[in-house]
């Protein structure tokens, strides 16, 4: 919407929505709201990333990335081993704004999106974890949703911290040294953990909140019209009836022993550095 | 998620999970579910196609892509005017996977997401526009998310139907000859338009229910742990704080001039062939 790029800082953005256009009469502006009447807090300049790799669930990203990037005066990149584009395990093509090379060193938020055996493949690449493990030193929130959790706590980045996961996939934190935790978003310190999928949404508004303040998110919120209504109850294994919490929990039962012997490897690793 | 993969066909995509792989004792199996408990009814062939343009609003046509990928046996498009990035309004590159001319002639569903500037540039491109009408025309579901619904309103696809848009754009409507109607999803016949950005997912997540069952669609949602948890209650103009309702209304004063304005125009010129 153009209000969000108007929150986003439009103003910056000049070559898309000029505020002024030759030939216009003075003063005359296209969509540019005044924005000399928000507070100077409500503008940042923080440096955000979110790290994708291929079959990385994009609804994982997408959520949080709107959120984000509905922060004035912030800049977010998604960030790439290399400059190919990264395929979502849905068959989105996405092209990555930068590679590992050139990812400012230091970040305000790196977020890792899940996914299934593409977040395999992540814990076990040794570029994608160093990167991690750099970045994740000094950024000012380390963040998941969904499954991403599995790939900072290889990178030994949830070592000792409270965390969540895809309800299906939160039993194996213990592997990387990190403690369950129910709830949608779980925060300890400045580690940051989603649920799944969804849950992005949730933990993105939450984190505009605290980086700005409630006005300023309560008018994220409202651009972005979440007002859910999901169609059904089924939206936690607690919650679904039991059959389809039986039937889902079943599917997992291969893919978590490949993740356990994925994370026990990887963990072993790279714990050391 | 792999379950998700497994919900969406994994059977047939053997190259990212072979069901056994070279060296594996006989039937080993690689995360992949046994299908066969499955009912048959919960596979389709369902041909569904996102239209994608510069800067529409990804999180618009990411929520219901994750929804719609998630049909086993349905095969998901984005549609472009031609191959080359298209830029989302927040900055994401995506790459299609076909134009108009490759796009099968007859989907289930064709999905046009919302954006601001972007969206009133696709309101008034004759190609943008004669794709919609065409495929529109003989498409079982005619949809869209946000301000995706003055696309289609522009192609005359809504002249006389019940229809919702963004809240802020709702009131635009009726020059498209279309009757403003609140709710999240509305349909009247075979036209669903969601309301704002986040009401993607709950458009999407209804229509899996419908095209499979409800058993189906919660399993999806248990999936996509859609149990949201907003952490403000903003999500409506009715909701949100009035000072917040106001900024926010008066951030559209001038976009919505602009697309009225365009919108006469396209629908003048397109609305009879």
């Known amino acids: 919407m153009l209000t969000r790029r108007d929150l986003a800082g439009l103003v910056a ?71 190919n ?18 990812c400012p060193a230091d970040l305000d938020i790196i977020c890792v999106p899940g996914g299934s055996l593409g977040t395999l493949a992540a ?21 998941s949703v969904c499954t991403g959790s599995l790939i900072l706590g290889a990178a030994g980045l949830l070592t000792g911290y409270r965390a969540t996961s895809h309800w299906a996939t939160r039993p194996l934190l213990p592997i990387f040294g990190a403690i369950p935790t129910e709830g949608r978003v779980v925060r300890d ?12 949404i949730d933990f993105g508004l939450q984190l505009v909140g605290q980086l700005r303040d409630r006005e300023y998110a309560e008018g994220v919120q409202l651009l972005a019209e979440y007002a859910p209504e999901p169609p059904y109850d089924a939206g936690t294994p607690k919650r679904a009836p039991s059959e389809v919490t039986k039937m889902m929990s079943d599917m997992f039962v291969d893919f978590n022993k490949q993740a356990e012997a994925v994370g026990r490897a990887a963990y072993a690793k790279y714990r050391d550095g």
Not at 29 to 45: L, Y
């Open 189 to 200: 310190r400045n580690r940051i953990t989603g649920g799944g999928v969804t849950a992005g």
């Open 13 to 83: 953005s000049a070559l898309a929505v000029p505020a002024a256009r030759a030939g216009d009469a003075p003063g005359t502006q296209h969509g540019v709201h005044d924005m000399s009447s928000m507070p100077a807090s409500w503008t940042g300049k923080e440096q955000i990333a979110f790290l994708i790799y291929p079959e990385f669930t994009a609804l994982d990203m997408v959520g949080p990335h709107y959120m984000f990037t509905s922060l004035m005066g912030a800049t977010t990149h998604l960030v790439a081993k290399d400059r």
């Open 85 to 102: 584009p990264v395929i979502s395990d849905a068959g989105l093509s996405f092209n990555p704004s930068m590679t590992f090379e050139n």
């Open 123 to 143: 814990m076990q690449d040794e570029a994608t974890i160093r990167f991690l493990r750099d970045r994740g030193s000094r950024a000012r929130f380390v963040t």
